[in-house]
């Protein structure tokens, strides 16, 4: 996508702007409802990573890198250690490794919750499936120039 | 409709052996996107289709409906299609190196192991 | 008991530094860690009489697999001559292999075979004991192989796997037989249900296949080839694999399983030969050899013949006879090999023509090699004379004549050959050798010294041996308390009559041992065109059969290999289902159908069919997408709002990775003839109509209850989530997921570093 900018559409481009936090927002979203709607970190990793590209297809590479911020091959090893992670609680309490440890927490406005570690596994999917993709697809996308 | 779908497998399963069976590198990565198509509602057919039963609990309720679909499958293909999806780029950034190196779209010109 | 075992493993990692650390002693320093174990194995010996001492740790339950250990007569007297010939001949190796470059790899090599080997004897279930056996046979293989420069070393050391490792496979499937049959794996439980098992109906292929493993480790004819080859081996791996210890496995086998499968009529028919007929060949090899290791090596080949054919006959005394041999032969062997390590150390020479006089020169060695010599030939008052009175008196008894025509005939050519080996080299004219011969250095003459005493001792007080040893190892072979009464004179006997008479036939022959060489030559012919000729048969036409395949299969084009894999597993699929299909029944029913689902389908198909017809890229990805999007539909309508999703984001990502690569490579080919294409298409559609086929086969068969009802019902209980894909996804089955996302990485570094190359490559340009 070596898109001079004077050709872009500035329709495109605006949409693209305003597109980027909702769409991340609702990667958020889907992410933390996986456990009962339909969604997880699977799906949430996606919408995240497909707004980053789209946001990459409506003004270029460098921008998208630099709206990242972290290098997305460092959200693979994120992603994966905090997943590793998740794993090790159960194995200190002497259950099998992955073992899902939970506790509920009295938050004032929303009732009790239920927090447990499955819920951070599901983070590190999340950020695995962003890592994948983006150093998939913005590598591919340098290497046209 | 389970056997109608049967056959859309059977159809798709044929798309795709035929296209990885072609020459030209570009058809295999054809091919490939089409089994992995065809391997998923593979796994989703087999399992049994289920109308208006999806895997979750309603809101409130504390157990599931007495219809519901087969979770575990679900959970198998779900994580098909996103592997799918990487497998699939693995595959054709190597085959696009491939190309770069042999200078040829013919897979007969690739039998070589020391170019 | 673990400890003694696996800290041999960790003793071996270690040696090579060792070695290194400490030089021109470590062979006496790695020497310690035997001795050790030796110590350990005799504060059994107390209590042997009482019982069997067994160990457990749990290795792999859910296969049955334990490493159980069990510590009984048998296995006490193998621990013991492993650890104890163990201990001098790493001692003796340290001189004996003195400054050569390799000596920390020996030593690694070594050590581990030692804990291969003590885990064969004392491993109480089948598939440990399996384990230890192939793991011996690797060790023996790099062992034999050590002087890897020498081509004839290479090939010798192959053969020797091959053959041992051929077997090891019978056997290994002998052992899984015999763990169904017996229903344990544990040996504790096996050897008390012999009946059931020879009454079994596979008890005849468990007992082939568990003697073809035994016969090719022992070294038993046919297969009795590779053991004098092994001869390539350095001298104290010949001491103590090829004879003292490693050989010895396929007898342990044999003896070790007799109370399970023994007493039968095959048993006897099938060791009695076998035994018979390698003890004759190998003694007969033996007087007609000149190499003085070559000639040992026979004869360690009619030693496994005897033992063989002892455990063969099975009666208490034979059995007895067997455990009293086993010991004798250790004893004398080793240190025979040993002293056949010196001479060739010290002259240089390694054939007895080129030998004589050496008693002058090195006369400790001498007196050494004439009393384990003496052993060898049974003569009063050695140990080797109490094991082979046994042996008459055992083939005495058995009804089948030939086989005392054999033994004695074996007897007599023993004699000539101990005479030869405790007489020639030693006395008579001196020979010019090599180098100019010392007396052998202390680290080479411990062991024979140590080895030949023990043999004179055993005669003594045979008796003490026998009860505080060899009956308990007579009756863990016997499976009954069996008390054999070892005495060093039985009394004037038939027995004792057959041991004078192969004395002075014996000697004889030695007398007259060229002239018998000279006129026996024709057999050399004969020779010549056994099985080790078999062998190399065997293996040109191995490898003739892999390169005909080869040429077949690896034809270097990918859509055969995916043609032949493909009509391979069709063609299975459809045989599996033609033999046991019979309660199939295709799951026919198009009434269900919706108007708007049917041309779902319609679409999904029309968009395959186009995608592979198409003739331009722009074409195939917009049907690709509308397949992909089809998919996702039918997804949602069928209960998977989960699946749904992530195949619409999956699609959207799958159309821009495309754009990225696909237009920049060159446009749509047709490459081939409309017949190959014609062909193609059939191909594919029989694959197409095997999967149809077998989803609609399996909507009407369930053989097992479905495990998801588990999993919808504690979604909410112990996953406290509503959304069951998800809860399955990160919760009950985490670990696969963990596995899952572990590939996508992989996937992702994999692209990366592709691109990367590439960037280098240009750079490069």
Known sequence: ?145 | MNTLLAIAVGVLYTTAIYMILRRSIVKLVIGLMLLSNAANLLIFTSAGLTRHGPPLIVEGSTEAAAVVADPLAQALILTAIVIGLGVLAFAVVLIHRAYEVVKADDMDQMKDTDT | ?765
């Open chain 3, 1 to 765: 008991m673990l400890y003694a075992l696996l800290g041999g493993f960790g003793v071996a990692a270690l040696a090579a530094w060792l070695h290194r650390l400490t030089g021109r002693h470590s062979g006496w320093i790695l020497a310690l860690w035997p001795a050790t174990l030796l110590l350990y194995f005799l504060s059994f010996l107390p209590d042997i009489n009482s019982g069997t001492v067994l160990f457990f740790y749990d290795w792999i339950p859910s296969l049955q697999i334990r490493l159980s250990f069990r510590i009984d007569g048998l296995s006490l007297l193998f621990a013991l001559l492993i650890s104890g010939i163990g201990l001098f001949i790493v001692a003796y190796a340290g001189r004996y292999l003195e400054g050569h470059r390799d000596l920390g790899r020996f030593y690694v090599i070594l050590l581990a075979f030692m804990s291969s080997m003590l885990g064969v004897v004392l491993a109480d279930n089948l598939i440990a004991l399996f384990v230890f056996w192939e793991l011996t046979s690797i060790t023996s293989y790099l062992l034999i192989g050590f002087n890897h420069e020498d081509a004839s070393a290479r090939r010798s050391a192959l053969q020797g796997l091959f053959v041992t490792v051929g077997g090891g496979l019978a056997l290994m499937t002998g052992l899984i037989l015999l763990g169904q049959v017996g229903g344990s794996y544990e040996l504790t439980e096996l050897l008390d249900n012999g009946d059931a098992i020879r009454q079994h109906a596979l008890y005849t292929p468990i007992l082939l296949l568990i003697v073809l493993g035994a016969f090719t480790k022992s070294a038993q004819f046919p297969f009795h080839f590779w053991l004098p080859n092994a001869m390539a081996a350095p001298t104290p791996v010949s001491a103590y694999l090829h004879s003292a210890t490693m050989v010895k496995a396929g007898v342990y086998l044999l003896a070790r399983l007799h109370p399970a499968l023994g007493g039968t009529e095959l048993w006897s028919a099938l060791l009695g030969t076998a035994g018979a007929v390698t003890l004759f060949i190998g003694i007969w090899l033996a007087v007609r050899s000149t190499g003085i290791k070559k000639m040992l090596a026979y004869s360690t080949v009619m030693a496994l013949g005897t033992l063989t054919l002892l455990i063969g006959i099975g009666s208490e005394q034979a059995l007895a006879a067997a455990m009293a041999f086993l010991l004798a032969h250790s004893l004398y062997k080793g240190a025979l090999f040993m002293i056949a390590g010196i001479i060739d150390h010290e002259t240089g020479s390694k054939d007895l023509r080129d030998t004589g006089g050496l008693f002058r020169a090195m006369p400790v060695t001498a007196v050494v090699a004439g009393v384990a010599a003496l052993s060898l030939a049974g003569v009063l008052p050695m140990f080797g004379f109490v094991a082979k009175e046994l042996l008459f008196e055992s083939v005495l008894d058995d009804p089948r004549t030939w086989l005392l025509a054999m033994v004695v005939a074996g007897a007599v050519m023993t004699v000539a050959v101990a005479a030869l080996i405790g007489i020639l080299p030693w006395y008579g004219q001196p020979v010019a050798t090599k180098k100019i011969p010392h007396e052998a250095p202390p680290a080479l003459l411990a062991g024979p010294v140590v080895l030949a005493t023990l043999g004179l001792l055993g005669g003594l007080f045979a008796p003490w041996v026998d009860q505080h040893l060899l009956a308990a190892a007579t009756s863990a072979v016997a499976g009954t308390p069996v008390n054999p009464d070892l005495a060093l004179w039985h009394g004037i006997n038939p027995a004792l009559g057959l041991s004078l008479f192969s004395l002075i036939a014996g000697l004889l022959l030695y007398r007259w041992h060229d002239g018998f060489r000279t006129a026996t030559a024709f057999t050399d012919t004969l020779a010549k065109r056994g099985p080790e000729r078999g062998y190399d048969w065997l293996m040109a036409a191995l490898v003739r059969i892999a390169e005909t395949q080869t040429r077949f299969f690896q034809s270097g084009y990918l859509r055969y290999y995916l043609m032949i894999t493909l009509l391979t597993s069709m063609s299975l699929v459809w045989l599996v289902i033609g033999m046991k299909g019979d309660g199939l029944r295709l799951h026919l029913d198009l009434r269900d159908v919706q108007f708007h689902e049917a041309v779902l389908i319609f679409t999904l198909m029309a968009g395959a069919i186009t995608a592979a017809r198409t003739t331009s890229r722009l074409g195939a990805v917009a049907a690709l997408g509308a397949v992909g999007f089809t998919v996702a539909l039918l997804y949602v309508m069928f209960s998977a709002p989960d699946l749904g999703i992530t195949q619409v984001l999956v699609e959207t990502l799958t159309v821009i990775l495309l754009v990225l690569v696909l237009f920049r490579l060159p446009g749509f080919l047709k490459l081939s003839s409309t017949a190959l294409r014609v062909r193609d298409a059939i191909v594919a559609a029989s694959v197409g109509v095997t999967m149809t086929a077998l989803v609609l086969f399996a909507l009407d068969a369930r053989l097992y209850d479905s495990i998801s009802h588990w999993h919808i019902a504690e979604s909410l209980p112990s996953g406290y989530g509503r959304n069951m894909v998800n809860v399955i996804l990160v919760d009950f089955r985490a670990l696969d997921t963990l596995g899952e996302i572990f590939v996508l990485a992989l996937a992702a570094i994999g692209v990366l570093a592709m691109i990367r190359l590439r960037a280098e490559d240009k750079r490069h340009e």
């Open chain 1, 1 to 145: 996508m070596n898109n001079p900018r004077q050709h872009q559409s500035l329709i495109l481009r605006v949409t693209g702007y305003f597109l980027l936090p909702l769409l991340i927002l609702f990667s958020l979203f889907m992410l933390l409802r996986g456990h009962n709607e339909p969604g997880g970190g699977f799906i949430g990793g996606l919408v995240a990573a497909a707004a980053i590209v789209l946001y990459m297809i409506f003004s270029d590479v460098k921008a998208a890198r630099r709206l990242v911020a972290v290098d997305p091959r460092d959200l693979l090893g994120w992603g994966l250690a905090i997943a590793i992670l998740s794993g090790l609680p159960g194995l200190f309490l002497g259950q099998p490794f992955m073992t899902s440890q939970w506790m509920e927490l009295d938050v004032p406005m929303f009732g009790m919750l239920k927090v447990g570690t499955p819920l951070l596994f599901d983070i590190g999917v999340y950020l695995v499936v962003i890592g994948t993709v983006l150093t998939i697809l913005l590598t591919l996308a340098e290497a046209e120039d």
